[in-house]
């Protein structure tokens, strides 16, 4: 418990300070987005300004904190301590706790309209799944823990240098790169669009059975009950109810067969999702590796409203670092601009996320990675590593961001999420 050497034009101290009072302190920081050391100011200045100490704070095991304060402000703390008769440790609880209770938690912000993101390629194997399935999961999490966000700064020296693959997968990445952010907190649909069920079984639910409803009947115009009554949550025990499944039915395989006999078949998904929108902050979709009827009536799920500010809701193209990837961009480009000419409504590019990427595959990966740093509208959103942990939580039937919270893949979902918000 001491104040010590000057760092520019503040006063270094060091004291103690309970671990728990610390992380709460550290979480709401991050919440209003100032500096630790702003907050700690702040609440010893009001502490010092009361008339009286406030209720006595157990600071038994409280750890070394140390912070910058202004000059003379420790010394003034000093005084004051010793004129109510407590600890510099209980004065310093006192006034953090003093903070901590006028500065509560932010409300989250909430969507005036539900955000709907469509995640898409026509081309499979690029990883479209993992992308919803992490997006969904870094969207939905914990308002009131930290978690490790890759900051822009990071994403955007990889696009420049074209070679992400220390950026992103070795192990020794700076943790300069690296931020502790509280999560969205968002409430999260995901919606398995595709007949084959990877989201469903990658996430450990089971596919809707053949003989039951199902989404494609909701939008063939042939329910058998309510679409909610078919939702699922997952892992309560880390998303706390705030990220949900829509699970897929083989019988998708049909839909377009199906929709070609649906008045306004574009319009079928909508129509269809309507009645989930008010229980939810963000849908995403996770399209079939298909350029027939159920990508056009994804793409118009995704479509621009009235009202809606550009760039709230709209596709998130996956690719990969290599030339067939290229090629499948360009066809499903080119259908999301018949839909928009023949229907007169606007899409939104969200962005393209490259996925799977490691440089250390050569010319092609780094080449292919430039091609698409250059096309610059839609810009790159995202660069996700070729790593292990996505695999093993696929094996397991978990969400990444809870299997491997630390992981650079998970890392990068974040960074990711931040991005299209």
Not at 34 to 40: D, F, G, K
Not at 183 to 196: H, I, S, T, Y
Not at 230 to 251: E, K, M, Q, S, Y
Request: net charge negative; proline share 6%.
């Amino acid at each position: 418990m001491s104040s010590s050497a000057t760092s520019s034009d503040r006063e270094k101290v060091v004291s103690k300070l309970p671990g728990g009072l610390r992380q709460n302190l550290k979480i709401r920081a991050a919440q209003h987005g100032i500096e630790i050391q702003a907050a700690v100011e702040r609440g010893i200045a009001d502490w010092c300004s009361l008339a009286s100490a406030t209720a006595t704070i157990d600071t038994a095991g409280a750890d070394s904190f140390s912070t910058f304060l202004p000059p003379r402000q420790w010394e003034k703390f000093r005084q004051i301590a010793a004129d109510r008769r407590v600890s510099l440790i209980q004065g310093l609880a006192q006034s953090v706790q003093l903070w901590l209770d006028t500065n509560p938690s932010p409300d989250i912000q909430r969507p005036s309209v539900t955000r709907r993101f469509v995640v898409c390629n026509q081309k499979g194997g690029v990883g479209k799944t993992a992308i919803t399935a992490g997006l969904g999961e870094a969207l939905a999490e914990d308002p009131n823990r930290l978690h490790p966000v890759r900051i822009a700064k990071a994403l955007s020296k990889a696009l420049r240098d074209s070679d992400a693959h220390t950026e992103i997968s070795a192990p020794d990445t700076s943790p300069l790169d690296i931020e502790n952010l509280p999560g969205p907190g968002l409430r999260v649909l995901l919606v398995d669009f595709d007949p084959q069920c990877h989201l469903t079984n990658q996430l450990g639910a089971d596919p809707l059975p053949m003989t039951g409803d199902s989404l494609t009947n909701h939008m063939a115009g042939d329910p058998k009950g309510e679409l909610r009554d078919l939702i699922v949550p997952i892992d309560d025990d880390t998303f706390a109810g705030r990220l949900h499944l829509l699970p897929a039915c083989n019988d998708a395989f049909l839909l377009d067969v199906r929709l070609s006999a649906v008045r306004a078949r574009e319009a079928a998904l909508e129509r269809a999702l309507a009645p989930l929108e008010s229980d939810y902050d963000v849908i995403i979709v996770d399209c079939p590796p298909s350029l027939g009827l159920s990508m056009d009536a994804a793409a118009y799920y995704g479509r621009r409203r009235d009202g809606e500010t550009p760039g709230q809701s709209g596709a998130v193209i996956v690719v990969q670092a290599e030339d067939s990837s290229a090629d499948a961009y360009g066809l499903l480009t080119t259908q999301i601009e018949d839909l928009r000419g023949d229907l007169s409504i606007d899409i939104d590019y969200l962005g393209i996320v490259v996925n799977l990427y490691d440089s250390r595959r050569g010319y092609i990966a780094t080449s292919s990675l430039q091609g698409w740093v250059d096309i610059k509208d839609p810009r790159v959103v995202g660069l996700i590593g070729d790593l292990k942990e996505q695999k093993e939580a696929v094996r397991v039937k978990k969400p990444l961001l809870s299997y491997a919270p630390k992981s650079q893949q998970a890392v990068a979902m974040r960074a990711l999420a931040r991005e299209v918000l």
